[in-house]
Each structure stands twice: as structure tokens, then as C-alpha cells.
């Protein structure tokens, strides 16, 4: 009984002292019910429709349309209207519609159903959060930590709030937790991630985003370009695996494969970065600038046919940039036909701008000593 009782004022505390009179505990009835008005539950529809209507509610709420949400959560309680989850999700959507009132009744007759469910204890905190009541915000959460230790939903939410007040260590202290429980916890491994950028630890933090990213996560953009400070040559290896990792669950990420590429290439590891400069699919014909770059990655990785096609495929009706003819030039040179470079660079003698001239020449003296040397050859043979 006085844990029951015990219940009861924390419910009546948390969530009915803030509501004002409208909010009324039927301490009488049985269920422990609270009168809740505005339902517009007439039709029970059973379980499996209201499960419907919630899925529908859900998809509606991700895509910012809530009063679609709304309709449809309505007609789920409708169907089971004693699921404090149900209730609790509602409660969620009118509090992103600002119908607090609502939303405190809602939540105070799911404690009533499940006192010992942290869920809506942590709803609570959501909607006081956004009544600008940050203290009535940690102590539902707290509440909510407390009546079910096991769950990871309200340490999750304290985290983040400790995390927007700057309170790094807290936070950290708080997302071990939840790890130490469940080591897979993406929300709890995106948060170690951002306390340990803030504390400037930029290995664990590394750490941190690829178990995040091995497991399936997919918000951690912001968090990647600042992990990649104060990388040390001693840690690169660890940095390729884990964007190796990360463009093999993100194949479109073209910023990270673009990054490894230049690690790989830089460590020698030039078959590794071909594979890369393949998977970034064909610049089409027209675009010399992202040709030469592919080209230049795959010349410096050792497969000069490869950047050959490469250059060719990008030049159009219009012709060879100048910059795109030096570059063929030099893959030519790769592929021991300097003959056919000197060819391709006799057109641009003049007319360059100084930094492409300077580059030409340098390529034209390479590709002269190489006939040179090859002809010479050809006289001892």
C-alpha cells in the first residue's frame, strides 16, 4: 500500500500540480483512471487497428504533418483506449502542437496505467522542457531513471540535457552507463561520441562513431568532420578502417570515400584506393575537373590505363582543356609512349596561363628525355 501511495503523490506532484484544476484524479474508481474529456473514443476498434492507426500516426509525425498524427492517434486510443503507450505517444504529439493542457492529462492517466514505466515519465520531461520548465524537466527524467533503473530511455534524455548545458562529464558518465548494459546503444554511443569531441578526446571519440556507424547509425555527419582533428599518423590505420567501414554502410558518402582515398594513397596502399576510385562510378563526358581528379588518384595508385579512360571519357566535342591535355599527356608517359605525349603537348607551346605553362614544360621535359631514352634504345638494339 505505501508503494502505491508513494506512486500516487508522485503523480499528482509531477503531473497534476502543474496543470491547474482541470486535471482531476477519480481516486474512487477502481481502474484509478483520470476523467479525461476531448478523447472522442465512441468506436472500439481492437487492437490490431489501433496498431494501425499508430503506425500511420508515427509516419504522419515524421513527417512534421501532426495533425494528421493527431487524427490518428486519436482513433487508435479509440480502438484500445487502455495502452499507456498509445496515450504517451499522443501526449508527445500534442506537446509538439502546443496543447499542453491535453498533453498533461494524457500523460497523467499513463503514469496512472504503468507508474513504474519510465516512458511516460520521460514524455513528461519533454513537455515541461518545452514549457521552458528545465527543473520540473530533470526531476520527471529523474523519476523516470528511478522507477525503472534497467531502461535506458530517460538516461538518454538526461544526457542530451547535460549535454546542452555543457555538462561534458555528466554526460559521458551517463552514456557509459547505458552502454555498459547494452554496448550496442546507438543514441547512448552517438552521446559518448560528442562529450568525448568536447573534451577534446579525439581517439575515443573515433571509437565511439564506429561502433555508432558499424551498428547502423545514420546522424553522425557533424560529428565525423570534427573527429578527423589531431589525427596522428599512429591512428590513420584505425581512421581507414573505420571509413572503410562507414562507406560500406553509407555507399553514397562521397566526402568520406574521397577521404580515404587520400589516406590510402598516402600509406602506399594504392590496389585499396583503386577499388575506392572505381566505386565513385564515371564522371561522365563533359566533366574533365572530377576526371582529372580520378585520373590523378589512379596514375599516383599505379593503374595508368584506368586514368587514361578516365581522361578520354570526360572529353566532349569541345575538346581537351589544357589542363586535361597535360594530364593525358602524363599518363602516356606511364604507359611508355612518350611519342604520343610530345604529340598531345606540341598545341599548347603557347598561350597558357604561368602556373599551367610551368606545369606543361615539366611534363614536355619528361616525356622528351623518355623518347630520348627510348630511341637510344632502339639505336643500341
Known amino acids: 500500500m505505501r508503494t502505491i501511495a508513494t506512486t500516487l503523490a508522485a503523480v499528482l506532484s509531477l503531473c497534476l500540480g502543474a496543470c491547474g484544476g482541470a486535471d482531476v484524479l477519480d ?8 476523467r479525461v474529456s476531448g478523447d472522442g473514443a465512441q468506436t472500439r476498434w481492437g487492437a490490431y487497428g489501433a496498431y494501425e492507426h499508430f503506425v500511420r500516426a508515427d509516419v504522419l509525425a515524421n513527417r512534421d504533418d501532426l495533425e494528421g498524427a493527431a487524427s490518428e492517434m486519436r482513433e487508435a486510443l479509440a480502438g484500445d483506449p487502455d495502452d499507456f503507450l498509445l496515450r504517451t505517444e499522443y501526449a508527445r504529439i500534442l506537446t509538439r502542437l502546443g496543447r499542453y493542457r491535453a498533453a498533461r492529462r494524457h500523460l497523467a492517466r499513463a503514469v496512472l496505467m504503468e507508474p513504474t514505466a519510465q516512458t511516460a515519465w520521460v514524455a513528461l520531461a519533454e513537455l515541461r522542457e518545452a514549457q521552458g520548465d ?14 525503472e533503473p534497467a531502461e535506458p530511455e530517460a538516461a538518454r534524455w538526461m544526457a542530451d540535457h547535460l549535454m546542452e548545458e555543457k555538462r561534458w562529464e555528466e554526460a559521458a558518465d551517463l552514456c557509459r552507463g547505458i552502454l555498459s548494459v547494452d554496448p550496442r546503444d546507438l543514441e547512448a554511443l552517438r552521446c559518448a561520441a560528442r562529450s568525448s569531441l568536447a573534451r577534446e578526446e579525439y581517439r575515443a571519440a573515433r ?3 564506429a561502433r555508432y556507424c558499424r ?20 591512428e ?5 578502417l573505420f571509413l572503410e567501414q562507414l562507406v560500406e554502410i553509407d555507399p553514397e558518402n562521397r566526402e568520406a570515400r574521397e577521404e580515404l582515398i587520400e589516406l590510402l594513397l598516402g600509406r602506399g596502399m594504392g590496389s585499396r584506393a583503386v577499388a575506392h576510385v572505381r566505386s565513385l562510378g564515371d564522371s561522365g563526358c563533359g566533366d574533365q575537373l572530377e576526371s582529372r581528379r580520378r585520373a590523378s588518384w589512379l596514375l599516383e595508385a599505379g593503374a595508368p590505363y584506368e586514368a587514361r579512360a578516365a581522361v578520354l571519357e570526360s572529353i566532349g566535342a569541345g575538346g581537351a582543356e589544357p589542363e586535361t591535355s597535360i594530364l593525358l599527356a602524363r599518363t602516356e608517359i606511364e604507359l611508355d609512349r612518350p611519342e604520343v605525349a610530345l604529340v598531345i603537348l606540341e598545341p599548347l607551346a603557347t598561350g597558357l596561363p604561368p602556373d599551367l605553362a610551368a606545369k606543361a614544360r615539366t611534363v ?18
Open 364 to 381: 614536355l621535359s619528361l616525356a622528351s628525355r623518355a623518347a630520348g631514352e627510348e630511341q637510344q634504345g632502339e639505336t643500341i638494339r
Open 207 to 209: 571509437g565511439y562513431l
Open 27 to 34: 481516486t474512487t474508481a477502481a481502474t484509478l483512471e483520470l
Open 215 to 234: 551498428g547502423g547509425g545514420t546522424r553522425a555527419e557533424g560529428l565525423i568532420s570534427r573527429a578527423r582533428e589531431d589525427l596522428g599518423t599512429d
Open 134 to 147: 528545465a527543473a520540473g524537466a530533470v526531476e520527471a527524467a529523474r523519476h523516470g531513471m528511478r522507477v
Open 236 to 240: 590513420e590505420e584505425e581512421w581507414i
